[in-house]
């Protein structure tokens, strides 16, 4: 049983994360996923809270046939206690994460695979995106001000 273990937000879960997964869960058999808790998140792993809380990412984790085993990740330093309590064979990340501190160390303890990002889709990207369309709405014709009552001129008047 070749145990394979992934770190992640995995917030406003996305195409990329999915191939992520998939390709994690392909270099061995059993599929382990540490997702980021929001007080880490919060605390300089990121600059914006997650849109999904931790609980909610964790059942969507939970939900992708991928993945074998959910848990969480609290701080940058819990890695090498997890390749021993999870027995790990390998880590895995995506390629912007190669050649980082974060997971070069790791390689006394176990192997650690970077796989290629799938390009033109990120949780940043969603985020603008909808922020754009929102903006783009508010100037279409169904967004039109309502129509000012009589009563609200009286309103305006006394005011
Ligand atoms: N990812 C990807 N392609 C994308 C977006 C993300 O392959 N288009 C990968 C990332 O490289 C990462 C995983 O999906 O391996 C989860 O991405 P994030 O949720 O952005 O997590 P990250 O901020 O990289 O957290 O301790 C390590 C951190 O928890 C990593």
Redesign the pocket.
Known sequence: MKRVL??????LL????I???KRAKALGDYLIV???TDE??TSG??DRRPYHDHRTRCKMLEAVRHVDLVVP?RS?EQ?VDDIRRYHVDTV??????EGSQ??EYLRDYCEVVY?????????RKIRRDLLADAVTDLGTPDHEPPPVTSQMAQLDRSA
């Open positions: 992934t770190y992640g937000t995995f917030d996305h195409w990329g994360h191939r992520l997964l540490a997702a980021s880490f998140v792993k990121d990740e940058w890695k895995v990340m995506g390629s912007n994460w974060r997971f796989l290629p990002r799938t390009e033109g889709i990120s949780t």
